[in-house]
């Protein structure tokens, strides 16, 4: 009978924060770019130039703290961590090990058995490396410094999650409160989001921890949850073996569902850290703390409970909502324009993410103006469109942001609103389709579906389904 083994997990999650400059210079931080063109003497490391702390880095890496209860370290400083890479310029980043500004905070997640709290050791401003590019082609690899210099949180967990559900539940937490913030996009597909996973194996009811590894290169949900199954699976087969885990950085290669040993560990010592003497101490005041404490957003728990008792839409609706503060912002902006929230919602929650998912989109791409989408609502149910061209406008609106009242007005769509020029319609489509008139009156229901799409052809697709329907039942 095979042993009991559980999973412990921790994790290094970097985001990249949405500053328009980089963390010690005023190169910019926009994502792509000729190579090596938002650079300069500071973010490439040249001799003698001087960096100077981003105040808006501060004051993201400070606001994520508070949400995530943390201590703030009204004392801190930036430390140089020495390593040898080509892609490292000054060949130390500047990170924080000894005073990091946040400490000893925690978040909530649902997990299996309820609720439970996920433990934050500590929250480290620090800047990013620049990017490797191999050339296969000319067998030589090359280096691109745009990167090189843009500001990072790094957020280090406690080891408190055993399962891979845990550890999304976790991510998805952090995500959706530094999207609140506007601290980041935290695309994961774009890298401004990353996640290393510390992992180790125990029997169970064991106290002290297993050897554990590090996993790299993770860059979606679904990648890290097959690396800590593969990872778990590796390191019980060892133990099984009686061989030892070692402690060492693996790659996880997901479309072979494998990992690989980069190097063995490193432990802070390795990187011999000393204090940067080029930065100044951060002292934080209570008058900066109070500023960045009464800018905090309202966020999704309390998101939730306000639709519910404000807009009472259903509870799946306002979960799918406000998964997304870009969404969210939407709605709330169409309700305040006169729209009702039902409505809004049911426009949301069927054609944007159908659309969405079409395109391969996130909710926090979506283009169209709450205006717009108030207009286009307004028309439907005004009943000035069928729900044919409401579809077609809103495809329109949703790829280019077009203004659906102009559209409909330029491309001749608004209903015919004259009910005596859609009865002689009628009358026309009675008189030339006697065969479907005698099936209806011979009780076959199913003719006047197709009286009805005569009559739609005849229109032009400008009249109400419903209506025409109804007036030829009536006729007949």
């Not at 702390?53 to 430390?79: M, P, Q, S």
Request: hydrophobic share 35%.
């Amino acid at each position: 009978m095979g042993k009991d083994y559980e999973t412990v997990i921790g994790l290094e999650v970097h985001v990249e924060l949405a500053t328009r400059t980089k963390i010690f210079c005023g190169c910019s931080t926009a994502f792509g770019g000729k190579p090596n063109s938002h650079t300069c003497p500071v973010c490439t490391g040249m001799p003698g130039s001087l960096p100077v702390l981003n105040r808006k880095v501060l004051e993201h890496a400070v606001a994520v703290g508070l949400a995530t209860n943390c201590r703030i370290t009204r004392y801190c400083k930036f430390d140089r961590k020495n390593y040898f890479y080509p892609d490292n310029p000054q060949n130390y980043q500047i990170s924080q090990l000894y005073l990091p500004i946040c400490r000893d905070g925690y978040v909530e997640i649902d997990a299996a058995e309820g609720k439970k709290r996920i433990g934050i050791h500590e929250i480290h401003m620090e800047e990013d490396a620049g990017k490797l590019i191999h050339d296969e082609w000319e067998d030589c690899t090359l280096v691109d410094y745009n990167r090189s210099g843009v500001p990072l949180i790094e957020i280090v967990s406690e080891p408190d999650m055993r399962s891979a559900q845990e550890v999304i539940a976790y991510l998805e937490k952090l995500r959706l409160i530094i999207q609140y913030l506007g601290a980041s996009d935290c695309k994961l597909q774009e890298g401004s989001m990353r996640a290393d996973v510390n992992l180790s194996v125990r029997e169970a009811g064991e106290e002290g921890f297993g050897t554990r590894t590090e996993m790299k290169n993770l860059n979606s949900f679904h990648a890290i949850s097959r690396a800590i199954q593969g990872e778990r699976e590796r390191q019980i087969d060892l133990l099984e073996s009686g061989k030892a885990v070692v402690q060492e950085t693996r790659r996880w290669d997901d479309a072979k569902g494998v990992s690989y040993a980069m190097r063995s560990k490193e432990d802070a010592r390795d990187y011999r850290y000393f204090p940067d003497p080029d930065l100044v101490p951060v002292s934080i005041d209570d008058a900066f703390l109070e500023e960045i404490r009464a800018r905090q957003p309202e966020f999704r728990t309390e998101k939730m409970e306000r639709y519910r008792s404000e807009y009472h839409i259903p509870d799946y609706d306002i979960e799918i909502i406000t998964g997304s503060k870009h969404m969210a912002d939407i709605f709330e902006a169409t309700v305040a324009l006169g729209a009702q929230p039902k409505k809004v919602s049911n426009w949301l929650m069927g054609e944007t993410i159908r659309l969405l998912k079409e395109r391969g989109l996130d909710p926090e791409d979506i283009r169209f103006s709450p205006e717009h989408l108030a207009k286009l609502i307004a028309l439907a149910e005004s009943k000035d469109i069928n729900s044919t061209v409401a579809k077609e406008a809103f495809e329109l609106m949703f790829d280019r942001d077009t203004d659906p009242e102009a559209y409909v007005e330029e491309k001749g769509l608004k209903m015919v609103s004259d009910s005596g020029a859609l009865r002689r319609v009628v009358e026309e489509v009675i008189a030339t389709n006697p065969k479907s008139v005698e099936d209806y009156r011979g009780g076959k229901d199913r003719a006047i579906g197709f009286l009805v799409g005569q009559t739609m052809k005849a229109m032009k697709g400008k009249a109400d389904p419903v209506t025409v329907d109804r007036l030829l039942r009536e006729m007949l």
